[in-house]
């Protein structure tokens, strides 16, 4: 009787809730922060950001969902990061992004080539669902990809 009491214990704390992939709440972007990768003032330009946090606690802040994709698709990048957030256009103003607007990227649908440009043209237009990403690239034209779907290749074919 106490092996199946154990055994029951042992199941049940095997089948509690998994924890939470991080805890990371997303920074404010600052009106004087400048994108990690090409060092432009990021909230002087339109569309939607982007942010890191690297394993060393660093938050790197981009003017553009591209240049944040650029730096953590890099393989010396993509083992050091912990999280990572960009505004949900379907949420926030194109030309001023909300930062209450900020989802995690991973699970994100993205539309990308649109008549819609940010800060470094080209943008990855973020979505909390696929239904919004669809309804955006039906209006302003793009393709609609799953966070899987972007990589350097897509990036670099960009200009």
């Known amino acids: 009787m106490k092996w199946l009491f154990f055994l ?27 994108c990690h990768l090409c060092g432009m003032v990021i909230q002087q330009h339109p569309g939607p950001k982007g942010e890191l946090l690297m394993s060393d606690g660093l938050v790197p802040k981009f003017c553009s969902t591209r240049d ?30 909300d930062d209450s607007a900020f ?5 994100a649908w993205y539309v990308y080539g ?19 990403a669809e309804a955006f690239a039906a209006s302003w034209g793009g393709k609609v990809l799953s966070y899987q779907e972007v990589n350097l290749s897509l990036l670099e074919g960009a200009h």
């Open 68 to 97: 944040m994709f650029s730096f953590a698709l890099q393989p010396e990048n993509q083992r050091r990061i912990k999280a990572m957030y960009v505004h949900d256009a379907g949420r926030t103003d194109w030309e001023h992004p």
């Open 114 to 132: 649109s008549r819609r440009k940010g800060a470094m043209g080209p943008s990855l237009a973020p979505f909390s669902n696929r239904e919004a």
């Open 8 to 34: 029951a214990t042992v199941l049940l704390c095997g089948c509690s809730p998994a924890e939470p992939k991080h805890s990371y709440m997303p920074e404010a972007i600052q009106a004087h922060d400048r």
């Open 103 to 107: 989802i995690d990227a991973s699970q």
